[in-house]
Nanobody, 129 residues
């Protein structure tokens, strides 16, 4: 069974940067797309970014131009580089792995939580203003 372990969260001032990492166990990492979601208390978990098997990247409008997702299939790791952080980015961030999927994905597929079969435990990101 796959395990996803996030790291890199913390407290940062507005305008600062953080880099989240998500390391996966198990096999066939390259057969899956990956995504980052975030959640704040009392709100639904929301899509932040996704990367398909081809390396195609997708972003929510709220983070486009500030966040960057990348993956390394050999290291079985996905990263989320977050720049120009604002207090609105404060949340618990989760990485997730889709079921085995086609080489190319759509943002509709990556943004849907039902597309994912495994989730990490989450890492807290707090941006002070």
């Amino acid at each position: 069974q796959v395990q996803l372990v996030e790291s890199g969260g913390g407290l940062v001032q507005a305008g600062g940067s953080l880099r989240l990492s998500c390391a996966a166990s198990g096999r066939a990492f390259s057969d899956h797309a990956l995504g980052w979601f975030r959640q704040t208390p009392g709100k639904e978990r929301e899509f932040v970014s996704g990367i398909d098997r081809s390396g195609g990247t997708f972003y929510a409008d709220s983070v486009k131009g500030r966040f960057s997702i990348s993956r390394d299939n050999v290291k079985k790791t996905v990263w989320l580089q977050m720049n120009s952080l604002t207090p609105d980015d404060t949340a618990v961030y989760y990485c997730a792995r889709t079921r085995r999927t086609a080489y190319y994905a759509t943002i509709e597929y990556l943004a849907a939580q039902s597309s994912y079969e495994a989730w990490g435990q989450g890492t807290q990101v707090t941006v002070s203003g």
